[in-house]
């Protein structure tokens, strides 16, 4: 079975004009996000990006952008818990807490 | 550990390595896991402090005799990783440049930001691959994508950077195409097996919070003057080891497993449903214990609300949730969340003293 997560919240967006069709955000995408389409990426399934920014890491030139970072509860809890922000948590990796991002 | 130094005496011990500098030698890998390997591999799924020391000194190794032109793959420190890569490229002759990750897996350290360019260009001058192979490509894990760029990479180095698939089983396939991957190797899974090899790691941590739950409680229903009264103590907290037990179930174990089969989308909300279904049974099949009305009021607050954090915790572990949308989550149940601990708190008050009162 497929897994869906929350659709509309995704902070992924793509600069048409600035994008050559080199490919590599199709390479780096661990969720098939992206299809090829007249020589240009397009974004065609929004809902499946986790915002790992593997692809903004990776297009050189700059035409796409995303709010990344870990999608981890225990981390987002304890920014919250700690900081007020869930924003400025960390994972706790190596601290008590099983889980991992 | 079946690691030897590539030209000295077989048997070398892992303790022996030291960081390779230019001119000194790589370290060669055995293809083959022992015993202690897969004995360590378990240990990495159920122990946090295990896992989090299981690495491998960082430096060039090699399997087999890779060669001028044998493929060059980078990975992280993580001796798990490490493992299952080496167990399987079987008899190839290939490089590996480990990197220094912190014993951090591959996607994780690129989250962090410690797989990155400027790591690899360190490692790959410290241990002067320029001299060792004539080609110059570099074979990176696709999920370290998030943290290193490509192009800067290239910059730095001077090699071309190509991304392997996302899962080492199929690096094989990969290098037999001619460096080219499938759609389907480019996408992250998350089959049953993947989620059920993550369960202890939800269970133990939960088991610890539910433990400290029962021992307040246990405190409460047991404490006299003259010290804790064990039997009314455990009778006490017996009821509530049931729903601590059963949430547990529900939230880190029931709802992992069946993830996509679970109605919703949102993981809290798959949480609640299996957690309710817990909390109505421990009602129909428990009436001794769901006769006291306060009990079964705190199995219908606290069960399913426990359940669906527990739930929620598990986003971290998979492979699919984005950070808007766990915080989007994240500021619907938080309130809940707290509602419902003081809920149930109050409710467990109210049964202490009830069960103190002289009949």
């Known amino acids: ?101 | 550990m079946a690691i030897n130094h590539s030209s000295g005496s077989k048997g070398k011990d892992v303790k022996d390595f030291r960081e390779c500098g230019p001119g000194t030698h790589s370290f060669r890998l055995s293809p083959t896991l022992t015993f202690a390997d897969r004995l360590g591999g378990i240990m990495c799924r159920t122990s946090n402090k295990f896992r989090m020391n299981y690495k491998i000194t960082p430096g060039l190794y090699t399997l087999g005799n890779p060669g001028k032109s044998s493929p060059v793959l980078v990975s992280c420190n993580y001796r798990l990783s490490l493992n299952m890569l080496r167990s399987v490229l079987g008899d190839r002759d290939i490089w590996i440049l480990v990197i220094d990750t912190k014993g951090i897996n591959v996607w994780c350290a690129a989250g962090k930001g410690t797989f990155c360019s400027s790591e690899i260009a360190r490692q790959l001058s410290a241990c002067d691959l320029n001299s060792k192979v004539t080609h110059r490509t570099l074979i990176l894990p696709q999920l370290s994508a998030s943290g290193v760029s490509a192009s800067k990479l290239q910059k730095m180095t001077g090699f071309t950077v190509k991304f392997g698939p996302v899962r080492a089983t199929d690096i094989p396939t990969y290098l037999d195409n001619n460096n080219t991957a499938t759609p389907a190797m480019r996408r992250v899974r998350f089959f049953l097996r993947d989620r059920a090899t993550l369960i202890p790691m939800e269970l133990i941590p939960a088991f610890r919070k539910v433990g400290l739950f029962l021992l307040i409680a246990a405190i409460l229903f047991g404490a006299t003057r003259s010290g804790i009264i064990y039997i009314k103590a455990i009778a006490g907290v017996a009821p509530f080891a049931v729903a601590g037990v059963t949430a547990v179930f529900t939230g880190s174990l029931l709802a992992p497993l069946l993830l996509p089969m679970i109605p919703g989308r949102a993981f809290s909300l798959k949480g609640f449903i299996t957690g309710s279904i817990g909390a109505i049974s421990i009602i129909l099949l428990l009436p001794d214990y769901s006769s006291n009305p306060l009990f079964a009021t705190f199995c219908i607050v606290a069960v399913p609300a426990f359940s669906s954090y527990l739930a929620f915790l598990f986003t971290g572990s998979s492979t699919y949730t984005s950070p808007s949308g766990v915080k989007a989550e994240l500021k619907i149940v938080w309130p809940l969340y707290l509602v419902s601990a003081g809920i149930s708190m109050v409710l467990l008050v109210m049964i202490v003293i009830r069960f103190w009162r002289p009949s």
């Open chain 1, 1 to 101: 079975m497929k897994h869906r997560y929350l659709s509309g919240v995704a902070t992924l967006r793509l600069t048409s004009e600035k994008c050559t069709g080199c490919g590599r955000c199709m390479e780096v995408c661990p969720h098939g996000v992206f299809a090829m389409h007249e020589h240009r990426a397009h974004i065609t399934a929004l809902d499946s990006c986790m915002e790992c920014g593997a692809c903004a890491q990776n297009c050189a030139f700059g035409a796409l952008s995303v709010k990344s970072g870990v999608g981890c509860a225990v981390a987002m809890i304890n920014g919250l818990m700690t900081k007020g922000d869930p924003d400025q948590g960390s994972c706790d990796c190596g601290g008590d807490s099983g889980s991992c991002c």
